[in-house]
T-cell receptor, first 114, second 113 residues
């Protein structure tokens, strides 16, 4: 069965620290890849997505992610985090064989200390 | 503002009650989804509608009954729920079911007593 693993359930960083959140998926075929973010008390929203082309994709608020096909990974990065990045982050691959189903990770809660 | 509204935002119901959750989208999208979000668990896709027809039903218990009367509205009818059904229920929609981004509503926080 397809699955996705987010390695850290909780991450605590200080402002200006660099961030990398891991995401690995198990599906061997062609995938589209998404990162969503849920700020405290707000709705889930798209952070960035990868469909094809340049494996390094840039999203909103200075986030980027790199698709490494050989490692089945799509890690999220930000060089310098801010207090406002405190949120929960979800990795969600989607097999192109499935019309609707995203495979959601359990999420990583990121807390940025001011 | 995502163009997706959900009502009510909070709901407390007993196990014998019948209630309904409502979702409304103003984006003109064709696909609509119900998800269940529980603490420390991945989002669980419950139902998908495309052009008002149900296209996915992920082994959801029959005490949850979806309804999509038109492309702008989605309901989740609830009856004889269990305490383990307490969760945040999210409505989402996308332009189509393919690789398009999903837009989420704020959710309904459901507590079953």
């Amino acid at each position: 069965a397809q699955s996705v693993s987010q390695h850290n359930h909780h991450v605590i960083l200080s402002e200006a620290a660099s961030l990398e959140l891991g995401c690995n998926y198990s599906y061997g075929g062609t995938v589209n890849l998404f990162w969503y973010v849920q700020y405290p008390g707000q709705h889930l929203q798209l952070l960035l997505k990868y469909f094809s082309g340049d494996p390094l994709v840039k999203g909103i608020k200075g986030f980027e992610a790199e698709f490494i096909k050989s490692k089945f990974s799509f890690n999220l990065r930000k060089p310098s985090v801010q207090w406002s990045d405190t949120a929960e982050y979800f990795c969600a691959p989607r097999s192109v064989d499935s019309n609707y189903q995203l495979i959601w990770g359990a999420g990583t809660k990121l807390i940025i200390k001011p | 503002e995502t163009g997706v509204t959900q009502t009510p935002r909070h709901l407390v119901m007993g196990m014998t009650n019948k209630k309904s959750l409502k979702c409304e989208q103003h984006l003109g999208h064709n696909a609509m989804y119900w998800y269940k979000q529980s603490a420390k668990k991945p989002l669980e896709l419950m139902f998908v509608y495309s052009l008002e027809e149900r296209v996915e039903n992920n082994s959801v218990p029959s005490r949850f009954s979806p309804e999509c009367p038109n492309s702008s509205h989605l309901f989740l009818h609830l009856h004889t729920l269990q305490p383990e059904d307490s969760a945040l229920y999210l409505c989402a929609n996308s332009q189509d079911g393919l690789a398009y981004e999903q837009y989420f509503g704020p959710g309904t926080r459901l507590t079953v007593t």
